[in-house]
């Protein structure tokens, strides 16, 4: 049996993936701070439903409690390791900086510490599309030059990218980043925006629509991400020999077993495209209120998913409309609605 230690573990992305594995026969162990960044009861509901599946175990801490996690890793010993505990939310950091520097910086550095000293097989940690900033080359590859975020939040998971790839060249960890392109689904994060639309649509209350829906989104739906992730733990990065040819296309790095890959659905779909979609679904027309570009945030991300089906043959399939679905559903008979 597989051992994973999955950092966020009550988190969105994170609930869906522990769900995932515990089918696919691992034993898990969660780590999450159950911050109240959003409303701590979907965390806990969330949680409360891995605690009852057979193979998962859990340990509520900070990623800067570098005491408490090695401790939660010395006991559990686990063969992987699945990092996607961040401070997210592109943004929550215009106003408070330091949070994504102390849990995505520090909190990551702590993670790369228990890969080293446990030497484990693969370490897999997430990254985000917001890396990408405000390029026009579109869609994005791997392989596109990174060196102007936007925020905070994006320098962050750059940087973290940076320390991952240090420590693959350093202590031979094989190590993957996955960059998420705009994950959408059921038991999803209140602060994002197609959770925050349904909400106001079903309410009657007038939704945001910034740069008057003049932006693009490469919308993927959460169950598609995490089966992506689930594949890729079978991929580790080996490190390349002196001299050997990377291939075309792929982000192995030269110096290290550490690659990057880009998890969409390679799709670019229009703001008010969405919109529509959701209106259909709900059933309700939304009252738009048309504002200017928010600062910090892109015009347009779109994913060039190609490594990750050569990599694993999978590739993000579900259209909008029969993801917000099943969002739709869920928002429903959760809130009662």
Same mark, same amino acid.
């Given at each position: 049996?597989?051992?994973?230690?999955?950092?966020? %573990?009550?988190?969105?992305?994170?609930f869906h993936l522990a769900r995932l594995l515990l089918a696919?026969?691992?034993?898990?162990?969660?780590?999450? =701070?159950?911050?109240d960044y959003y409303d701590v009861r979907l965390k806990q509901a969330r949680n409360e439903i891995l605690l009852a599946t057979p193979g998962y175990s859990f340990t509520q801490g900070m990623l800067e409690d570098a005491v408490s996690l090695d401790a939660?890793?010395? +006991?559990?010993? &686990?063969?992987?390791?699945?990092h996607l505990a961040a401070q997210a939310g592109v943004r929550y950091s215009l106003e408070n900086p330091r949070a994504y520097v102390?849990?995505?910086?520090? #909190?990551?550095?702590?993670?790369?510490?228990?890969?080293?000293?446990?030497?484990?097989?693969h370490l897999l940690m997430a990254s985000t599309s917001s890396i990408y900033g405000a390029s026009s080359k579109l869609?994005?590859?791997?392989?596109?030059?990174?060196?102007?975020?936007?925020?905070?939040?994006?320098?962050?998971k750059k940087a973290t990218e940076a320390m991952g790839h240090s420590y693959a060249h350093l202590w031979n960890i094989p190590t993957t980043m996955f960059r998420f392109f705009t994950v959408y689904g059921s038991w999803?994060? &209140?602060?994002?925006?197609?959770?925050?639309?349904?909400?106001?649509?079903?309410?009657?209350? &007038?939704?945001?629509?910034?740069?008057?829906?003049?932006?693009?989104?490469?919308?993927?739906?959460? =169950?598609?991400?995490?089966?992506?992730?689930?594949?890729?733990?079978?991929?580790?990065? =080996?490190?390349?020999? &002196?001299?050997t040819a990377i291939p075309e296309g792929d982000s192995l790095s030269p110096d290290a077993p550490f690659r990057i890959v880009n998890i969409g659905n390679s799709e670019k779909v229009k703001l008010t495209d969405f919109i529509d979609a959701l209106e259909d679904v709900l059933g309700t027309k939304a009252i738009r209120n048309l504002m200017p570009m928010q600062k910090g945030?892109?015009?347009?991300?779109? +994913?060039?998913?190609?490594?990750?089906?050569?990599?694993?043959?999978? +590739?993000?399939?579900? %259209?909008?409309?029969? #993801?917000?679905?099943?969002f739709a559903a869920w928002f429903r008979a959760y809130y009662k609605v």
């Open positions: 049996m597989r051992k994973a230690l999955l950092t966020g %573990s009550a988190g969105f992305i994170g696919h026969g691992y034993k898990l162990h969660g780590y999450d =701070g159950m911050t939660v890793a010395d +006991a559990f010993a &686990p063969d992987v390791i699945l102390d849990g995505n910086v520090t #909190g990551t550095f702590n993670v790369l510490e228990v890969a080293r000293r446990h030497q484990v097989a869609p994005f590859t791997e392989t596109d030059k990174v060196d102007h975020p936007l925020t905070i939040y994006a320098a962050t999803g994060r &209140p602060d994002l925006a197609y959770f925050k639309f349904t909400e106001a649509i079903l309410a009657g209350r &007038p939704i945001n629509v910034y740069n008057r829906g003049e932006m693009w989104r490469d919308f993927t739906a959460v =169950g598609d991400l995490v089966e992506a992730v689930r594949l890729l733990i079978d991929v580790p990065p =080996g490190r390349p020999a &002196p001299g945030d892109v015009p347009a991300t779109w +994913a060039d998913a190609t490594l990750l089906r050569r990599l694993t043959g999978y +590739a993000p399939k579900t %259209s909008v409309r029969d #993801g917000m679905t099943d």
